[in-house]
């Protein structure tokens, strides 16, 4: 089977599930870095470190702070580095959206017990909560539903996949 120029991976296009891993984490760095553009972050004089007092929002919607903006950026990252793989790019879509379903609960609770309490430290609004849901189930049904006989024979991966 003919390698690509590294004698890496096989030569040919990548599964679509690390076409989509690489794809999504495009758009968490894209959406981290315009979190401290002036403009599209509203109210930007008011974007603080953590917590719910950041009164940014992010095309004028999503609640945003230093911190938010750093996960969405750590998160593109480690998505980039994870989607060089079969297995990689499935774990950070499956796994990436789990967090996400996650996060969504978390944002539910912070809603219904105190929106104002210490326990807000991304922030969260419930423009966000949405968001989030929609993140969660489309990660999770990419992760899964794109796996399908991605590899070799039929077989999800091969061990050189694993690592």
Wanted: hydrophobic share 50%; net charge neutral.
């Amino acid at each position: 089977m003919a390698r690509d120029a590294r004698g890496g991976r096989p030569a040919g296009p990548r599964p679509r599930v690390q076409l989509a891993a690489l794809i999504v984490a495009g758009v968490f760095l894209l959406i981290g870095v315009l979190g401290f553009i002036p403009g599209i972050t509203t109210d930007y004089g008011e974007l603080r470190f953590a917590g719910h007092h950041s009164d940014a929002r992010l095309v004028g919607l999503f609640q945003v702070s230093i911190l938010h903006n750093a996960v969405h950026l750590l998160f593109g990252l480690a998505g980039l580095v994870m989607a060089r793989s079969l297995a990689g790019a499935r774990l950070f879509l499956a796994g990436g959206g789990a967090i996400y379903l996650a996060l969504w609960l978390y944002g539910l609770a912070i809603e219904a017990i105190d929106e104002e309490g210490g326990a807000n430290i991304l922030p969260v609004n419930n423009a966000d909560n949405w968001l989030h849901l929609a993140l969660g189930f489309g990660m999770l049904a990419l992760g899964l539903l794109l796996s399908n006989r991605a590899g070799a024979g039929g077989r999800l991966d091969t061990p050189a996949d694993r690592h």
